[in-house]
C-alpha cells in the first residue's frame, strides 16, 4: 500500500499557526481575507461622501477610503488580511456612589483607550509570530488607526456581520468588539463571509434618539451622538441637543436594544474595567470647572480625552440642561463666565431648559453683560422666549 504524504499546504499550516496565536494572546475572534482591492465597500463609501452622511469628519477623505479600500496601497506584495476582534462588553455596575447629576459614557471608553491596547496586542502578534514562523514577513497593522475600512475587513473576513445599525456583529460577542487588522505578504487561507443578517427586526432604527439611522445600514454621522460628543467641536445644533439626554461621550443605544447584544459574556481584559482604569459614567457638576491639567490627568489612558476639555464641558452642559436638575442652576451660572464663548452659549442654553425663575434671572443678567456677540444675541434669545412662556 502506498503511504500518502502529507498534503496540508503550507498556506493551510500558516494560517492554523496564525489562528491559535490570536486565541493564546487573548484576542476573541480571528478570521483572514484576502488582500484584494474592496470595490464595492469602496463604491458605497464614497456615495455616502458625496451624500454629505461623513460630514464633519474632515479627515475622512475621498482619498483616504482609495487607499483603505487597496490594501496593495498600504503594503505592496500584501497577500492576506488577518482580521481580529477584541470583546468590551461590561455589566454597568450597581450600587455606585456618586453625587448630583451624571452623565452616560459609551461602554466603549469605560476602560484604557482601546487603540493602546489593542494596538500593543497586535505588534506582540507580529513579533510572536516572526518567532513562531523562523521567519520575517512584511505586515501593517490597524485598530482604526489608518485608513482601512476596519468593519469592511470584518465583513468579508466573516469575522461577523452588517447589523442595521451599520456596527458589525459577532456570533459570540454581539457587536461590543473592537475590530483591527494585520494586513501581510503572508499567504494565508482564507475565510468567506457569513451569510447572517438582521431580517425583518428595525429595533435600532426605532430607537435612536437622533434619528441618525436614516435607512438600514445607512448613518447619517452628523445626526449621531457619538459624533456630536466625540467628534464635533463647534456648537451642537440646538434642534438635536434635547435628543441627546445624558450621554456626554459617546451613545451606545443602538446596541444596548440589538437582542443580538443581549448575553453577551463580559470582556477578560483587565484594561477594560472601569473603576481603576476609567469611568462608566461621570458626575456633571464637577467638570464644569475642570482646568486643562486636572483633565490631562483625569483622563490621561482613557479615549475621553479625544472630546478635549472644551468638548467635554459642552456636552456636560447639554447633558444637565436635559436632566433638569435645580442643583446644576448656580454652577451653570458661574459658567455664564467660562473664558470659551461656546461652553458660556452651552450654558446658557441648559439654564433655559432648566427654566426656574433663578435660572432665568441669571440669563438676564449675563445678556447685560456678555462682551461677544453671537453669545449676547443667543442670551438676548433665550430671554425673550423664557419671558413669553
Ligand atoms: C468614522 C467612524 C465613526 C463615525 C461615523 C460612523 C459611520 N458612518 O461610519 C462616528 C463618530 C459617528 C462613529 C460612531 C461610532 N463608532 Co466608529 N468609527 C468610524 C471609523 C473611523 C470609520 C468608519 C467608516 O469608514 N465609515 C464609513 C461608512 C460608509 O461605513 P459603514 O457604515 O461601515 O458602511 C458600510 C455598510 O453600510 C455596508 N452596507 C451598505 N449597504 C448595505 C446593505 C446591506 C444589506 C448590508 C448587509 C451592508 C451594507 O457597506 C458600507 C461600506 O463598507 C471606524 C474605524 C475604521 N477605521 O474603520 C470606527 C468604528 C466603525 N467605530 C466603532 C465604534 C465602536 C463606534 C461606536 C459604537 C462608538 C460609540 N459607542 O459611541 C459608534 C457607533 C455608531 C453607529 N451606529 O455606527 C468601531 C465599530 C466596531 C463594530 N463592532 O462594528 C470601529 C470599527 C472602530 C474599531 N476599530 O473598532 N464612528
Ligand atoms: S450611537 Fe446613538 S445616536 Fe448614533 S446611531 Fe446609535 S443610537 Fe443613534
Ligand atoms: S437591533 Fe435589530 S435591526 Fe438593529 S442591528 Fe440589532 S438585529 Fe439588526
Not at 71 to 95: R, V
Not at 161 to 179: E, M, P, Q, R
Not at 209 to 227: E, G
Request: glycine fraction near 6%; include cysteine.
Amino acid at each position: 500500500m502506498r503511504i500518502r504524504p502529507n498534503i496540508k499546504s503550507k498556506s493551510t499550516n500558516q494560517t492554523n499557526i496564525v489562528k491559535s496565536l490570536a486565541y493564546k494572546l487573548g484576542f476573541d475572534d480571528i478570521r483572514i481575507t484576502s488582500a484584494k482591492p474592496f470595490d464595492h465597500h469602496r463604491e458605497v463609501t464614497l456615495k455616502r461622501i458625496d451624500a454629505g452622511l461623513m460630514e464633519g469628519l474632515d479627515w475622512y477623505t475621498e482619498e483616504r477610503v482609495e487607499r483603505g479600500t487597496n490594501p496593495e496601497s498600504i503594503l505592496p506584495g500584501a497577500l492576506s488580511i488577518i482580521s481580529l476582534s477584541l470583546n468590551y462588553f461590561i455589566e454597568t455596575p450597581q450600587n455606585q456612589e456618586i453625587h448630583g447629576p451624571t452623565g452616560k459614557i459609551a461602554k466603549y471608553a469605560w476602560g484604557h483607550d482601546y487603540h493602546k491596547v489593542m494596538g500593543k496586542k497586535l505588534k506582540l502578534f507580529i513579533k510572536e509570530l516572526t518567532s513562531l514562523l523562523g521567519r520575517n514577513f512584511a505586515s501593517k497593522s490597524y485598530v482604526d488607526t489608518g485608513p482601512m475600512l476596519d468593519r469592511s475587513v470584518a465583513e468579508r473576513s466573516g469575522l461577523g456581520w452588517y447589523g442595521k445599525h451599520t456596527n458589525i456583529i459577532t456570533a459570540d460577542h454581539g457587536s461590543w468588539v473592537f475590530l483591527g487588522q494585520i494586513i501581510t505578504d503572508l499567504d494565508l487561507s482564507e475565510d468567506q463571509p457569513l451569510k447572517k443578517n438582521c431580517g425583518s427586526c428595525q429595533i435600532c432604527i426605532v430607537e435612536c434618539p437622533t434619528q441618525a439611522i436614516i435607512a438600514p445600514y445607512v448613518l447619517d454621522n452628523k445626526r449621531c451622538i457619538s459624533f456630536l460628543t466625540i467628534e464635533s467641536k463647534g456648537s451642537i445644533p440646538k434642534e438635536l441637543r434635547r435628543l441627546m439626554g445624558d450621554w456626554v461621550f459617546g451613545c451606545d443605544i443602538c446596541q444596548d436594544v440589538c437582542p443580538v447584544n443581549h448575553q453577551v459574556q463580559p470582556t477578560k481584559e483587565p484594561l477594560f474595567q472601569p473603576g481603576e482604569h476609567g469611568f462608566n459614567s461621570l458626575s456633571l457638576i464637577p467638570l464644569l470647572d475642570i482646568t486643562q491639567e486636572e483633565f490631562d490627568r483625569q483622563f490621561k489612558t482613557s479615549p475621553i480625552k479625544r472630546a478635549k476639555r472644551i468638548g467635554l464641558i459642552r456636552n456636560v452642559c447639554v447633558a444637565l440642561g436635559n436632566i433638569g436638575d435645580t442643583e446644576a442652576v448656580e454652577p451653570l451660572g458661574r459658567t455664564l463666565n467660562h473664558e470659551d464663548p461656546l461652553i458660556r452659549e452651552h450654558a446658557a442654553w441648559a439654564l433655559s431648559q432648566i427654566g426656574t425663575p433663578k435660572a432665568v434671572q441669571l440669563l438676564v443678567n449675563a445678556s447685560l453683560t456678555e462682551t461677544d456677540r453671537e453669545v449676547k444675541n443667543e442670551l438676548l434669545n433665550l430671554v425673550a422666549t423664557k419671558q413669553d412662556d
